[in-house]
């Protein structure tokens, strides 16, 4: 049963004091939270005298509710693991990796001691892909050094020295430029022409190393010459030992016999000796107009339009269409393009090079 108040309370004037009482007996009840720097971790579950409950991360922190953290030296460090962990980590990868073969290290090749360069990389310099692609050539068995099928990788060559074929077809290893023009009419076949006229040189300048022509077309003669700076490779394409054939379109008025081809074939006298050709096709006739084909290993001078002369048909056009297996196709009259690594090597198979 509730008491009227009257005796401790003093009316209803005294509620300020009542409460100020109320707080009184409730700070006497509950002790005040002592502050952090007055607080004591030696006491407490499982504190000792020498300090605080050890347990998990009990020595980080001052004790199993936390505490002042000790100063670190050189930032975060890792605890250390007791040496029963340890052990027991070193048996787990015995037993793991027990009866299991050793892992055999990869060969090096100290390039301080051992000369030349690692194949795949003279090959992607020659411009046969990444050195992954030229990686997978080596697993493919399609590269040979010196004549031998190369069968590992990392496998040190000479660029200098060793003969690098790849499919059969010798590698240009060497910083040698090879180019193909279709020479339009009127262009004079040298590097530079003292008379101020057109020449080879205005389609190749701004070149770092210096190029030559692969023999001459007249100037009035239109089609495929090539360009490089390979002097054993120009000097062989053009040599009569090696015979390479080039191929030229004509334009001639007829009618022609049927036997033209034959006389060809046979051989024309000429001023300087007899010249053959080595196949012949009439490709189209339109009316009196004939565009006819001539192939023939020779070089000389105006060859093909002195032995159409002196069969009675004059040319009026003509185009040289191939040089050895190097084909104009469509390349388009005054345009200059690099040869590819295939018609490189078979360049230089047309020549034993």
Not at 29 to 58: F, N, S
Not at 207 to 215: M, N, W
Not at 219 to 239: M, Q, S, Y
């Amino acid at each position: 049963m509730r008491s009227s108040g009257s005796g401790k309370s003093g009316g209803r004037g005294n509620h300020r004091g009542a409460g100020n009482d109320r707080d009184q007996k409730q700070g006497q009840g509950r002790p005040r939270k002592p502050r952090p720097e007055e607080r004591r971790y030696d006491v407490g579950p499982g504190a000792t005298k020498d300090g605080p409950k050890a347990g998990r991360g009990g020595a980080a922190r001052g004790g199993a509710k936390g505490g002042p953290k000790q100063p670190q030296k050189g930032g975060r460090t890792a605890p250390a693991r007791p040496r029963e962990y340890e052990a027991k980590i070193e048996e787990r990868n015995r037993d793991r990796y027990a009866g299991k073969k050793e892992v055999k290290l990869p060969k090096t090749f100290p390039g301080a001691e051992q000369e030349g360069e690692r194949i795949q990389k003279v090959l992607a310099r020659a411009g046969f892909g990444s050195r992954r692609a030229c990686e997978e050539l080596i697993d493919e068995a399609r590269v040979e050094v010196n004549g031998e099928i190369v069968l590992e990788q990392g496998r040190r060559v000479d660029p200098e020295k060793d003969e690098i074929k790849v499919d059969g077809l010798t590698v240009a290893t060497q910083s040698y430029q090879f180019f193909a023009l279709n020479k339009p009419a009127g262009v004079v076949s040298t590097m530079e022409d003292p008379e101020g006229r057109q020449c080879l040189g205005d389609y190749v300048t701004n070149r770092e190393t210096r190029l030559f022509h692969v023999g001459r077309l007249d100037t009035e003669t239109e089609g495929v010459i090539l360009l490089t700076n390979h002097g054993e490779l120009a000097h062989r394409l053009t040599h009569p030992r090696y015979g390479v054939k080039k191929t030229y379109l004509a334009h001639i008025v007829g009618p022609i016999p049927r036997d033209l081809g034959k006389q060809l074939k046979d051989g024309i006298q000429l001023e300087d000796g007899y010249a053959r050709a080595d196949h012949f096709r009439v490709v189209q006739q339109t009316g009196k107009n004939y565009l006819v084909e001539v192939t023939l290993h020779e070089g000389r001078k105006h060859i093909v339009r002195r032995m159409l002369a002196e069969a009675g048909f004059p040319v009026d056009k003509l185009v040289r269409t191939a040089f050895g297996p190097i084909t104009l196709g469509d390349q388009k009259s005054g345009w200059l393009r690099r040869l590819s690594n295939t018609e490189v090597g078979m360049l230089m198979q047309e020549v034993d090079l």
